[in-house]
């Protein structure tokens, strides 16, 4: 599978900016690069709609200097990828690097060798969720990572003591990464699936971590919901702090409450729980 970069630079750097990022997530880009006047925005080529993107940004065309899509091949954006990968800090505890890093030497150590362009732990929610792992251990838990990437979230989840950790992925090739970094890892409690809301084993799981966009959390909200029981804790991320909101009031008709919330450069975690 393939990636499109949209690279996009502006006649003026503001907060604007985030509101494009915003609706690009929401049609499905997954991840993205500041660079010094704009940013680049990253999808996969089975579902980019080039049409509908070119729509949306024909709102700020006043405003954009610059818009090009360019095509990396699977296997050429792996070695650009690990040229430019970096170990990420999450805490003094916790790093994520790959296996020709040099080792930290900290209590939890993660190693995902970069054969995705995403999901090493480089994005704020990955960092966000991961943050609260660390100081809520989900210490003998079941646990849904849906949407799981390369399976940085399912793989610190057992480290950190959880019984039985299932991620879910609609991506093969990222699942395909995520079992090799999970045996890398030692894991041995540990399923990762292909597949979507429907695809989720009939379980009922103690934390569900859904690192997604706001409109494919809604999309397959009741699926999510389905695997829970009333002492669950929904862990979400993937969106910003203006969809807070919207997703607190779609929780609320379940008889969920916010817990906690925390952000990262206006993208935002939202911590869910039974009342």
Known sequence: MNYIELRLEF???SP???VIKQELADIGFDSFMDTDNGFSAFISEKILDKNLVLSLLNNYEDSILSKNFEEHPYQ???KKWESEFQPVVINENCVIR???HDSFDCKYEIIIDP???FGTGHHETTRLIAIYLLDNKPITKKVLDFGAGTG?????SEKLGAADVVGVEVDPLAVSNAVKN???NNCQKITFIEGSGEDIPNMAYDLVLANINKNTIADH????????HDKSTLVLSGFYNEDIPYLENLASRNGLIPLYSNSENNWAVLVLKYN
């Open 182 to 184: 999970a045996s890398v």
């Open 221 to 228: 909200w009741e699926s999510l919901l389905k695997v829970t």
């Open 11 to 13: 006649n003026s750097i």
């Open 76 to 78: 050429n954006w792996n």
């Open 98 to 100: 790959a296996s020709f």
């Open 152 to 156: 940085v979230l399912s793989i610190i």
């Open 16 to 18: 604007f900016l985030d």
């Open 115 to 117: 054969e995705m362009s």
